[in-house]
Nanobody
Framework: QVQLMESGGGSVQAGGSVRFSCAGS???????LAWFRQVPGQEREGVAV???????RYTDSVKGRFTVSKDNGRNTLYLQMDSLKPEDTAMYYC???????????????????????WGQGTQVTVSS
């Protein structure tokens, strides 16, 4: 059983930056790691995903502003969020699941059901 623990988030003004971290208990093997976000009353949205070999995919609204990365040695996933906008306000969740093929991982960004392991969620609020 893999456990994910998120940190980071908080309140920030528009144009500011925030970095989320997601520490996993065990990322041994091939893993697909992702960030999702959810606004109350809306479905959870895939934000970014990173495959085992490092390829990434972003939802269109965050391209050029958000960067997903990982530190395999520390079993930690990151989401660097720059140039934040009020519409980025949401609860952010990290997610993980074992996936060997990068294409499957990149496609999973739009399929939350593909991920078995989830962080507890952390809120970011962007004020204008």
């Amino acid at each position: 059983q893999v456990q994910l623990m998120e940190s980071g988030g908080g309140s920030v003004q528009a144009g500011g930056s925030v970095r989320f971290s997601c520490a996993g208990s065990d990322y041994t093997g091939s893993w697909c790691l992702a960030w999702f976000r959810q606004v109350p009353g809306q479905e959870r949205e895939g934000v970014a995903v990173i495959a085992t070999e490092g390829s990434t995919r972003y939802t269109d609204s965050v391209k050029g502003r958000f960067t997903v990365s990982k530190d395999n040695g520390r079993n930690t996933l990151y989401l660097q969020m720059d140039s934040l906008k009020p519409e980025d306000t949401a609860m952010y969740y990290c997610a993980a699941d074992r996936m060997f093929y990068a294409q499957r991982c990149l496609a999973a960004m739009s399929r939350e059901a593909d991920f078995d392991y989830w962080g507890q969620g952390t809120q970011v609020t962007v004020s204008s």
